[in-house]
């Protein structure tokens, strides 16, 4: 030990290499050493994401049952009566036949095919008047700090909870009196009404999280609300206008109910599912006739929904939180 003079005051200074006195010369090789800052963080994260049985088994149970449909009728529909009825979840590759298939393709009493097109005709029809009618009213009441206007969204929300089916028989009497009973354009302008309350919500949902500087800095260069909203606003609301389309197109490609009641079979205009309600009710015991044309009727379905399932995702989502 040496001494330090400085100023007049003397203290002790203790070499560099020498230990603390009241501290054993071993201590530090005893202490395990701390792990990285970043390890410890890791540690309960990694615990985190192992995901518990019971979620597994549930996710796996839930598989199995969306799945089984889609499997029994994709297997289904290249198999012979005997095969399906014996063993319809069996898949005998060497018994494999597509002639089924193409005799529903190609059959003149239940072509499904040609339903494609009004079917097609109708979604398209449907949605282009839904986007016009549910953007701008869902643009008023995002963009309305008025009473009246929440309790005019609740009003179309409280349209979500009304079954379709219920309102078809007085539908049908308001359509006769307008003049429209038993027309395309009636069965329109009920699937239009049917698919405003969700739309309206979702775009609602979407609007509320885009700036309103954006209004302001349209209306300084002179913009109108109308033209704030289509030049503007609508541009920036293609997530929600997507899943808008897709759920609409959806639900009105594989709507039986409606097409079904509202247009007799006189009006020579079927839709998918009408079209095969009325190609294979005769031969509802004939399996080779009603999987194949079970499968033509939902397949273009599942593969849209396959290729724009992360458009829906992200459309319902994105007006889940401000900012």
């Given at each position: 030990m040496s001494?330090?003079?400085?100023?007049?005051?003397?203290?002790?200074?203790?070499?560099?290499?020498?230990?603390?006195?009241?501290?054993?010369?071993?201590?530090?090789?005893?202490t395990p050493a701390d792990p990285p800052a970043g390890q410890q963080a890791d540690?309960?994260?990694?615990?985190?994401?192992?995901p518990s049985p019971i979620r597994i088994a549930l996710l796996t149970l839930l598989f199995v049952v969306m799945t089984a449909p889609v499997y029994l009728l994709l297997v289904n529909s290249f198999k012979s009566?005997?095969?399906?009825?014996?063993?319809?979840?069996?898949?005998?590759?060497?018994?494999?036949?597509?002639?089924?298939?193409?005799?529903?393709?190609?059959?003149?009493?239940?072509?499904?095919?040609?339903?494609?097109?009004f079917t097609l005709l109708l979604v398209?029809?449907?949605?282009?008047?839904?986007?016009?009618?549910?953007?701008?009213?869902?643009y008023v009441i995002a963009r309305s700090l008025k009473r009246r206007t929440q309790i005019?969204?609740?009003?179309?929300?409280?349209?979500?909870?009304?079954?379709?089916?219920?309102?078809?028989?007085?539908?049908?009497?308001?359509?006769?009196?307008?003049?429209?009973?038993?027309?395309?354009?009636?069965?329109?302008?009920?699937?239009?009404a049917m698919t405003l309350p969700v739309s309206i919500f979702l775009f609602v949902g979407f609007i509320r999280t885009v700036p309103r500087d954006i209004d302001h800095a349209a209306a300084i260069d002179g913009a109108g609300r109308l033209r704030t909203y289509?030049?503007?606003?609508?541009?920036l609301t293609r997530p929600a206008v997507v899943?808008?389309?897709?759920?609409?197109?959806?639900?009105?490609?594989?709507?039986?109910i409606s097409p079904q009641i509202l247009l007799s079979p006189g009006s020579g205009n079927y839709t998918v599912t009408t079209a095969i309600y009325a190609g294979i009710s005769q031969y509802s015991t004939d399996m080779t006739k009603v999987f194949p044309n079970l499968l033509l009727a939902v397949a273009p379905v599942i593969i849209f929904f396959i290729y724009m399932q992360r458009h829906i995702i992200s459309g319902l989502t994105v007006g889940a939180i401000k900012g």
């Open positions: 001494l330090n003079i400085f100023g007049g005051a003397a203290r002790a200074v203790r070499p560099a290499s020498q230990p603390p006195a009241d501290t054993p010369a071993d201590a530090h090789a005893d540690a309960p994260r990694a615990r985190r994401r192992r009566q005997q095969d399906i009825q014996n063993s319809p979840f069996s898949l005998p590759l060497t018994r494999i036949s597509l002639e089924y298939l193409e005799a529903a393709i190609h059959s003149p009493q239940y072509n499904v095919l040609r339903s494609y097109g398209v029809s449907v949605d282009i008047l839904c986007i016009l009618f549910a953007g701008p009213a869902a005019l969204l609740l009003f179309f929300l409280a349209g979500t909870f009304i079954p379709s089916a219920a309102l078809i028989v007085p539908l049908i009497y308001v359509l006769r009196a307008i003049g429209l009973g038993n027309t395309v354009t009636g069965l329109i302008l009920h699937d239009v289509w030049q503007v606003i609508f541009p899943t808008v389309l897709i759920l609409n197109s959806i639900g009105i490609w594989n709507d039986f």
